[in-house]
Nanobody, 125 residues
Framework: EVQLVESGGGSVQAGGSLRLSCAASGPIDNSFALAWFRQAPGKEREGVAS??????THYADFVKGRFAISKDNAKNWHLTMNSLEPEDTAMYYCATDSWVTPVVRGKIRTDFAFWGQGTQVTVSS
């Protein structure tokens, strides 16, 4: 079974940076698509960034130019977040699944099979 563990969350001031990491274990290989999501209190979970097996990345409009998704290998990937804003405060989750592409009609699909427990990011003004 695939298991995911996030790390790197914390509290920063607006304008600051954080780097989230996701470590996977189990039967996952380079064919899997990888993604980051977030959920703020009282809001729905939303896709932040994704990367497919070919290295193609996709970003939600609200993070373009500020966040970057990357991967070291099939089992370790990251979300580098710069110019953080209070509106970025949320629980951040990594997710993975064995799809060719994690993006449908311009949006990151939400029905990933495997999810981490989340890491909290708090941005103060």
């Amino acid at each position: 079974e695939v298991q995911l563990v996030e790390s790197g969350g914390g509290s920063v001031q607006a304008g600051g940076s954080l780097r989230l990491s996701c470590a996977a274990s189990g039967p996952i290989d380079n064919s899997f698509a990888l993604a980051w999501f977030r959920q703020a209190p009282g809001k729905e979970r939303e896709g932040v960034a994704s990367i497919d097996s070919r290295g193609t990345t996709h970003y939600a409009d609200f993070v373009k130019g500020r966040f970057a998704i990357s991967k070291d290998n099939a089992k370790n990937w990251h979300l580098t977040m710069n110019s953080l804003e209070p509106e970025d405060t949320a629980m951040y989750y990594c997710a993975t699944d064995s799809w060719v592409t994690p993006v449908v009609r311009g949006k990151i699909r939400t029905d990933f099979a495997f999810w981490g427990q989340g890491t909290q990011v708090t941005v103060s003004s």
